[in-house]
Structures are given as structure tokens and as C-alpha cells.
């Protein structure tokens, strides 16, 4: 039995890398937060398996944004699922949580995707899973493609991370070239300014 979940995780592992969604697993943490992973098996937990055609409905269904937890993150809920999305492609200014002072903006950028979507009905596009098991994805809000927005007002930057490969960067490389040239949001800042990326690793968790 031991094989079998082996040979099982082995197969999700090169399944994440080739596709965007295959079939993914689903858990509860201690907090009453839905959870998602196409890599691996929660260690320690018990999770339920979700065919691939579930996975791929998420597209398909409109969601409720519940919780917006920074400038870049949020909670949706719909279809009998909860769950949190990282949205995809964006990196915006870490708030640095209940201990660290965060960096500039990163209010500004929570408090504008507040506006933007909590407690409004979305649409996602998902490009798969991510760090901490979030689902990554654009999320679209009366047709306009929010991650976009929040690069384009200078809430945000390019993620400098790896990217999707069925994500197009180009639309998100000009958004910022467009914020970068008006210095909108974080490009105020100039020389001053420093990537979500070198703060994250000056500052570890």
C-alpha cells in the first residue's frame, strides 16, 4: 500500500511540472480553511481526492472573495469549497504580519483589492498550485483581469519568480512599464524601492 501512495505522489509530481491541473487533493487545516495540492499528500492529514474534472470547474464558477489578506492573496468561497488564491503572475509589498513593520504601499495595495473584490463575485483562471498549496490564478471581476489592475496602478510588480508556462507575461511586463514610467504606486519610491523577493529574504519568516 505504502508503493502504491508512492508511486501515486510520483506521478502528481510529474503530472504538476507538464500541466497546469491534474487531479488534485483536498484537506482542512486546524483553522477550517479548504486546501488544495497537485504536488504531494498533506503529511499528517487525511485528504480527499478531487478528479480533474472538478478542478478544471473551478474555471467555471463564479466565487465570493471572503477575505483579503494582503496584495496579492485572498479567500474565496462557492461551489461547496473555500479555499485561498495566490494570484498569479503579481508580486505586491509584503505587510510583514503582526511582528514586522511592512513595507511601503503594502496597506495601500491590500487596502485597493479590498475595494477591488471583497465580497464580489469573480471568475478565476488557475495555472495550477503554488507555495502553501494556494491556488494560483487571475482573478476577473466585471470582465477586467484584476491582477493586471493591480500591477497597472503600481500596487504591485512582475512576479521575479518562475512563471506558468501557459501564462503570457508580456500583458503583465507592459503593466508594469506602464506604472514604472508615471512612477504610480511603488515606482514613487525610485531608489528607495525594494522587490516583495529581496524584503522576503531579509526578512524570513
Known amino acids: 500500500?505504502?508503493?502504491?501512495?508512492?508511486?501515486?505522489?510520483?506521478?502528481?509530481?510529474v503530472l504538476s511540472v507538464s500541466h497546469a491541473r491534474c487531479d488534485v487533493y483536498s484537506w482542512v487545516d486546524e483553522n477550517g480553511v479548504r486546501h488544495f495540492s497537485?504536488?504531494?499528500l498533506p503529511y499528517g492529514e487525511q485528504a480527499t481526492q478531487?478528479?480533474?474534472?472538478?478542478?478544471?470547474?473551478?474555471?467555471?464558477?463564479?466565487?465570493?472573495v471572503t477575505k483579503v489578506f494582503d496584495g496579492d492573496t485572498v479567500q474565496v468561497q462557492g461551489q461547496e469549497l473555500?479555499?485561498?488564491?495566490?494570484?498569479?503572475a503579481i508580486d505586491a509589498p509584503e505587510t510583514g504580519g503582526s511582528k514586522k513593520k511592512g513595507q511601503p504601499y503594502s496597506q495601500k495595495a491590500k487596502k485597493i483589492l479590498r475595494q477591488l473584490i471583497e465580497?464580489?463575485?469573480?471568475?478565476l483562471k488557475?495555472?495550477?498550485?503554488?507555495?502553501?498549496?494556494?491556488?494560483?490564478?487571475?482573478?476577473?471581476s466585471q470582465g477586467q483581469n484584476i491582477n493586471l489592475m493591480m500591477i497597472r496602478?503600481?500596487?504591485?510588480?512582475?512576479?521575479r519568480g518562475r512563471l506558468p508556462k501557459n501564462l503570457d507575461p508580456g500583458p503583465y511586463k507592459k503593466a508594469e512599464a506602464?506604472?514604472?514610467?508615471?512612477?504610480?504606486?511603488?515606482w514613487l519610491l525610485g531608489k528607495d524601492y525594494k522587490s516583495p523577493k529581496t524584503w522576503r529574504k531579509e526578512n524570513p519568516r
Not at 119 to 123: L, S, Y
Not at 126 to 140: D, M, P, S, V, W
Open 38 to 40: 497537485n504536488v504531494s
Open 178 to 186: 506602464y506604472a514604472r514610467h508615471r512612477r504610480l504606486g511603488i
Open 50 to 64: 478531487i478528479p480533474e474534472a472538478v478542478s478544471a470547474a473551478i474555471d467555471k464558477s463564479n466565487f465570493m
Open 119 to 123: 465580497g464580489k463575485q469573480i471568475r
Open 1 to 13: 500500500m505504502r508503493l502504491a501512495i508512492q508511486l501515486l505522489i510520483t506521478v502528481l509530481m
Open 82 to 88: 473555500e479555499f485561498r488564491i495566490r494570484m498569479v
Open 153 to 159: 496602478q503600481g500596487l504591485a510588480e512582475v512576479y
Open 126 to 140: 488557475q495555472y495550477g498550485t503554488g507555495g502553501y498549496n494556494r491556488i494560483l490564478a487571475e482573478i476577473f
